[in-house]
């Protein structure tokens, strides 16, 4: 049941991000940010993950749009960018 809790939290993150991005949101803005914020709240749930860290949210992001296996689940390399950007942005600020 975590598991699919976890999975349907990750699926409704990926589609806030692409509708943030095609609503040509700012990655600094509040809407962004909440974003990030959530996304990072969920990767500290993930079993096996390590301590979210600055550098671990920013390299992950800069994953995202390096893979485009990974870019996919954000609309492509420039929804990836959206969630690199912002996450980037949010990681300096709070972490």
Do not use: C
């Amino acid at each position: 049941d975590e598991k699919a809790a976890r999975m349907l939290r990750q699926r409704w993150l990926m589609s806030d991000w692409i509708a943030a991005d095609a609503g040509g949101e700012d990655t600094s803005g509040e809407r962004a940010q909440a974003l990030a914020h959530r996304q990072v709240d969920w990767l500290g749930g993930v079993p096996g993950v390590p301590a979210v860290s600055k550098e671990y949210v920013t390299g992950l992001g800069d994953m995202y749009v390096a893979d485009e296996r990974f870019a996919a689940n954000y609309g492509g390399v420039k929804g990836a960018t959206f969630v690199r950007d912002a996450m980037r942005v949010y990681a300096e600020a709070n972490l």
